[in-house]
């Protein structure tokens, strides 16, 4: 079991917006503004989309954003294209001791 | 442009010690952030193991701690993953990538990944 909750699945059309959940706790997510999301398509390495809750690295379009409330992060795609159709990943600062946690997964289907 | 390699046995078998090496090129390791392993098993999620700074200063998993070490070595500007005591259950993908963020799991720059696999 994953220390952050994602759900399984999500979908939607070209064009439409879709946002992933990503759900911690207080020790975590809640605690600090260190929310990552990855992109990982079939046999791909994963790839940074989003750091520090909201910062996207050079490249990465601003279709792609992040935010967070309480212990819950959130990755929106707007402008959804059929190359989106992959595994997204959240994970988040833990503290010193935990350090660094991932969550389970979602996977997108482009309709 | 900054490159990371994993290199290291794809096959170690159970209860023997893990051990994969990261080069990187095209950043000095001397220069900063944090640089941390990975791992994938097939078909599953990924796994945060451990980073750390060219100092020494490690971080771990405590799932894995007991288990893991991680070292660097300036010089060769590499980092390496050593797992003792393998099981099945650590047959995964194993990447290493840099930490933009400090420590924080803001993984920039990855290797392509090494699949280790333990079996007898």
């Known amino acids: 079991q994953s220390a952050l909750t994602q759900p399984r699945s999500v979908s939607g059309s070209p064009g439409q917006s879709v946002t992933f959940s990503c759900t911690g706790t207080?020790?975590?997510?809640?605690?600090?503004?260190?929310v990552s999301w990855y992109q990982q398509h079939p046999n791909k390495v994963p790839k940074l989309l989003v750091y520090?809750?909201?910062k996207r690295p050079s490249g990465v379009p601003d279709r792609f954003s992040g935010s967070k409330s309480g212990n819950t992060a959130s990755l929106t795609i707007s402008g959804l294209q059929a190359d989106d159709e992959a595994d997204y990943y959240c994970c988040s600062y833990a503290g010193s001791y935990t350090s660094v946690v991932f969550g389970g997964g979602t996977n997108l289907t482009v309709l | 442009q900054v490159q990371l390699q994993e290199s290291g046995p794809g096959l170690v078998k159970p209860s023997e010690t893990l051990s994969l090496t990261c080069a990187v090129s095209?950043?000095?390791?001397?220069?900063?952030?944090?640089w941390g392993w990975i791992r994938q098993p097939p078909g599953r999620g990924l796994e945060w193991i451990g980073s750390i700074y060219h100092t020494g200063r490690t971080y771990y998993s405590p799932s894995l701690n007991s288990r893991v070490t991680i070292s660097v070595d300036t010089s060769k500007n590499q980092f390496t993953l050593k797992m003792n005591s393998v099981t099945a259950a650590d047959t995964a993908i194993y990447y290493c990538?840099?930490?933009?963020?400090?420590?924080?799991?803001?993984?920039?720059?990855w290797g392509q990944g090494t699949l280790v696999t333990v079996s007898s």
């Open positions: 095209g950043y000095s390791i001397s220069s900063g952030y944090f």
């Open positions: 990538a840099r930490d933009v963020g400090g420590a924080t799991g803001a993984y920039d720059y």
């Open positions: 520090d809750v909201n």
């Open positions: 207080s020790s975590d997510i809640g605690a600090y503004n260190y």
